[in-house]
């Protein structure tokens, strides 16, 4: 029975008979309760840049949101009734099923907010699987949720692991001296990679302050790797760009110990970002690496007669 009816919100919604907010993404695919979670900050742009999803992590895919209060609610069981009442395939139910859903939400006539919730989900095929996995199609909640890890009831630990989802990272920009992309044996080839200002992403219920989490992404280590042999001096929380006079113990370096040949030594520079959250939750950290090539060769004499 629960399936029939999270089947007949779909029918009702395509009879245009429900008011529930719809919205359709871009390949037209259409989910009957609008996502009401949003994103903000620095961290996080939507359409580009580069997310920074660590491997397994799963954020929420689909959860149960604010949605009615109780006269919203009583309407919306009217509005599904019609359509059962006006499908052959669901006449049979719609008497029983009224009945039953006007009793379930009875004892919290009088109670105020949005204390119905919904199902919805974050718009990928990942969530329609997970609505369609999932029942019921709404709960009672009331104005607060409980957190409680699994029940699918949005709150702010869940805002948190999707703000996480969507952190997007800056990929680290590299300089390297000597310039021209050559340097040699034996000399201290400085690897320069600017410091990045700290990140945020915020993720909210629209219309539902209280429903909110932040998470912080700090840069605080760069690695630096190379498929040629030497000595790698890294591990700083950035690289400062090469400046004249500078000294070796204040910035980032690989003394190459072996010529490249007439080739070109790939060097890997892996920023590495700690991210928190208000909500009293661990997050993976983030990883983010750009490459650069330099050619190594033998520093030449010149011995005169």
Not at 54 to 59: E, N, R, S, T
Not at 221 to 248: F, H, M, W
Request: charged share 20%; with cysteine; glycine share 10%.
């Amino acid at each position: 029975m629960k399936r029939l009816f999270a089947v007949m919100v779909v029918l009702v919604s395509v009879l245009g008979a429900l008011a529930v907010p719809a919205q359709a993404d871009g390949d037209g695919k259409n989910y009957y309760v609008e996502n009401l979670v949003r994103l903000q900050g620095p961290g996080y742009h939507k359409g580009g840049g580069h997310v920074n999803v660590p491997p397994g992590f799963d954020p929420p895919k689909c959860w149960y949101q604010p949605e009615y209060n109780y006269e919203e609610m009583k309407d919306f069981i009217e509005r599904v009734w019609f359509a059962m009442h006006h499908d052959p395939d669901g006449q049979k139910e719609a008497g029983p099923w009224k009945e039953k859903a006007l009793a379930e939400i009875a004892p919290h006539s009088g109670e105020s907010g949005k204390i119905f919730w919904f199902l919805t989900s974050d718009g990928t095929d990942a969530g329609w699987d997970c609505m369609m996995a999932t029942d019921p199609f709404w709960k009672y909640v009331g104005p607060t949720p409980p957190r409680v890890g699994g029940d699918k009831i949005i709150d702010p630990i869940d805002l948190a692991r999707i703000a996480r989802a969507n952190l997007t990272l800056p990929d680290p920009v590299i300089t390297i001296n000597p310039p021209g992309g050559t340097s040699y044996v034996g000399l201290e080839t400085w690897v320069g990679v600017p410091a990045h200002e700290p990140l945020y992403v915020e993720a909210f219920v629209e219309g539902f302050p209280q429903i909110s989490a932040r998470i912080d992404a700090v840069p605080t280590r760069v690695e630096i790797t190379t498929n040629g042999p030497g000595q790698v001096q890294d591990g700083k929380a950035d690289c400062p760009v090469y400046q004249k006079g500078a000294s070796l113990a204040s910035g980032c370096w690989i003394k190459f110990s072996k010529s490249s040949l007439g080739a070109r030594y790939t060097i890997t520079v892996t920023q590495h970002w700690e991210v928190t959250t208000n909500v009293g939750i661990g997050l993976p950290p983030g990883e983010v690496s750009s490459t650069a090539t330099v050619r190594v060769d033998e520093i030449q004499s010149t011995v005169r007669k």
